[in-house]
């Protein structure tokens, strides 16, 4: 079997270190080849420009500058036109449907094609626009169709969303189908941590071994992977430790604003985190939830006010 040219492009991607996922990239060709059968660079920008989305995404132009060249083509790939759209869709807090309506159409339009890799980008694209539009159901469909159903990526975004619906039983059923695609891949060890976090027990063993591991690789300290250790840690009882990783993890890059990173130094009770949450991340299901929580607290307590 022909290596992977972006083997390594993809573990760093996958394992959250974005900078890392950048430079491994950009150290080979990633502007349009002459040879138009060789799709290598165009995959190297997307995960280029994606990994700037996950770092900044509310700032979408080094995303955009990695995009265009392959947007100035006759016929822009749709690989290029998804992510383009979806760090629009990420920088902007107005029109935003536009952008949803464009993604779908894209995914439309690769529907039937030839070229498997750009659906496969596509279509995890959409998804993730439709899981953040709270379009579960489109986007349950989005990632179950066409090349999607034998996508690891794909398949992994669908564990999540599944996990977030509390449909443990499907993304059981998901995670086991897909180990007979690639048992040995770094999505499927992470689709078996989330949902060891998810069901606690002797699985919940497993998914700290497998953030520790990520934990210990070179550069593998990101927010991210700190944020799922500090989880495991206090889903085990570990409350120091798992302090001490999100007190790390507001140190390294965008920690300070992450969702992840806010949200579990929330429940750890950490000062100031709730509120931090709050203001950085509204729309992370944890704030949502909390929000929603504490309105319907004070609309309770209202209907007890003491009056003088």
């Not at 997307?46 to 006759?74: C, D, M």
């Not at 999505?187 to 027990?201: D, F, H, N, V």
């Not at 302090?243 to 965008?254: L, P």
């Not at 944890?286 to 003088?308: G, M, N, P, Q, R």
């Given at each position: 079997?022909?290596?992977?040219?972006?083997?390594?492009?993809?573990?760093?991607?996958?394992?959250?270190?974005?900078?890392?996922?950048?430079?491994?990239?950009?150290?080979?060709?990633?502007?349009?080849?002459?040879?138009?059968?060789?799709?290598?660079?165009?995959?190297?920008?997307?995960?280029?420009?994606?990994?700037?989305?996950?770092?900044?995404?509310?700032?979408?132009?080094?995303?955009?500058?990695?995009?265009?060249?392959?947007?100035?083509?006759?016929?822009?790939?749709?690989?290029?036109?998804?992510?383009?759209?979806?760090?629009?869709?990420?920088?902007?807090?107005?029109?935003?449907?536009?952008?949803?309506?464009?993604?779908?159409?894209?995914?439309?339009?690769?529907?039937?094609?030839?070229?498997?890799?750009?659906?496969?980008?596509?279509?995890?694209?959409?998804?993730?626009?439709?899981?953040?539009?709270?379009?579960?159901?489109?986007?349950?469909?989005?990632?179950?169709?066409?090349?999607?159903?034998?996508?690891?990526?794909?398949?992994?975004?669908?564990?999540?969303?599944?996990?977030?619906?509390?449909?443990?039983?499907?993304?059981?059923?998901?995670y086991a189908a897909a180990k007979k695609i690639?048992?040995?891949?770094?999505?499927?060890?992470?689709?078996?941590?989330?949902?060891?976090?998810?069901?606690?027990?002797?699985?919940?063993?497993?998914?700290?071994?497998?953030?520790?591991?990520?934990?210990?690789?070179?550069?593998?300290?990101?927010?991210?992977?700190?944020?799922?250790?500090?989880?495991?840690?206090?889903?085990?009882?570990?409350?120091?430790?798992?302090?001490?990783?999100?007190?790390?993890?507001?140190?390294?890059?965008?920690?300070?604003?992450?969702?992840?990173?806010?949200?579990?130094?929330?429940?750890?009770?950490?000062?100031?985190?709730?509120?931090?949450?709050?203001s950085s991340a509204p729309q992370h299901p944890?704030?949502?939830?909390?929000?929603?929580?504490?309105?319907?607290?004070?609309?309770?307590?209202?209907?007890?006010?003491?009056?003088?």
């Open positions: 079997m022909e290596a992977d040219p972006l083997y390594n492009v993809k573990q760093l991607f996958y394992q959250a270190s974005y900078k890392a996922c950048i430079s491994e990239a950009s150290s080979h060709p990633h502007t349009p080849s002459s040879d138009s059968s060789d799709s290598t660079p165009l995959h190297r920008a997307i995960y280029i420009a994606r990994s700037h989305l996950a770092l900044s995404p509310s700032a979408p132009s080094s995303a955009q500058s990695i995009l265009a060249p392959f947007l100035a083509l006759p016929s822009p790939p749709l690989s290029a036109r998804a992510v383009s759209a979806f760090a629009s869709y990420l920088s902007s807090n107005e029109d935003k449907e536009t952008k949803v309506e464009e993604v779908r159409d894209l995914v439309l339009e690769c529907e039937g094609g030839e070229d498997e890799d750009e659906e496969k980008f596509v279509r995890v694209i959409a998804g993730s626009v439709f899981v953040l539009e709270g379009e579960n159901e489109e986007a349950v469909a989005t990632l179950t169709e066409g090349v999607a159903k034998t996508d690891l990526e794909c398949i992994a975004l669908l564990v999540q969303l599944l996990l977030s619906l509390d449909r443990k039983d499907l993304a059981q059923s998901t690639g048992n040995d891949s770094l999505l499927i060890q992470a689709m078996e941590a989330w949902i060891g976090l998810k069901t606690g027990s002797r699985p919940l063993h497993q998914s700290y071994y497998f953030y520790e591991e990520l934990y210990q690789l070179p550069g593998g300290r990101t927010a991210p992977v700190l944020a799922s250790h500090a989880a495991a840690h206090l889903l085990l009882g570990h409350v120091d430790e798992a302090k001490a990783d999100i007190i790390e993890a507001t140190q390294r890059e965008g920690g300070a604003q992450d969702g992840d990173v806010l949200s579990v130094g929330t429940s750890l009770g950490v000062e100031g985190f709730a509120e931090k949450l709050a944890f704030a949502a939830d909390l929000a929603e929580k504490t309105k319907l607290f004070d609309e309770a307590a209202s209907k007890f006010a003491v009056t003088a």
